[in-house]
C-alpha cells in the first residue's frame, strides 16, 4: 500500500488486548497497525516477523521514514504518500 490512512485509532492490538502504545508503525504490506519497541506489546515488529511483513512506516506527526526489519534499515520511500491523524500516546496521558 502507498496510500496512508486518513486516520487510525491506535495500535490495533492493543485496542483488542487492552494494551498501551507509545509510537504508531503501519506494515505497508497489509496496513495493520502496530506499536514501536518501546511499547510494551511491540506488536509492529511482532506482526511484522509472524506474518513476515517487513516494511513498516512511522505514523508519528512529522516522521516520514520507514524501516525494514529484515536489513535493519531505516529509508524514506517517495511513493508512500498521505498523512495519518492518530490519537495521542496512551502512555504519555
Ligand atoms: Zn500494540
Ligand atoms: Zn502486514
Do not use: N
Not at 491506535?10 to 506499536?35: A, F, K, N, P, Y
Not at 511499547?39 to 525494514?68: M, T, V
Amino acid at each position: 500500500m502507498t496510500e496512508l490512512p486518513a486516520s487510525v485509532d491506535g495500535c490495533e492490538d492493543c485496542l483488542r488486548d487492552g494494551g498501551v502504545w507509545m509510537h504508531l508503525r503501519i506494515c505497508l504490506q497489509c496496513g495493520h497497525v502496530g506499536c514501536c519497541d518501546d511499547s510494551p506489546g511491540q506488536h509492529a515488529s511482532r506482526h511484522a516477523h509472524a506474518e513476515q511483513h517487513p516494511l513498516i512506516r512511522s505514523l508519528e506527526p512529522g516522521e516520514d521514514w520507514s524501516y525494514c526489519f529484515i536489513d535493519d534499515l531505516a529509508m524514506i520511500i517517495p511513493a508512500v504518500k498521505g498523512h495519518t491523524r492518530i490519537p495521542p500516546s496512551p502512555m504519555l496521558s
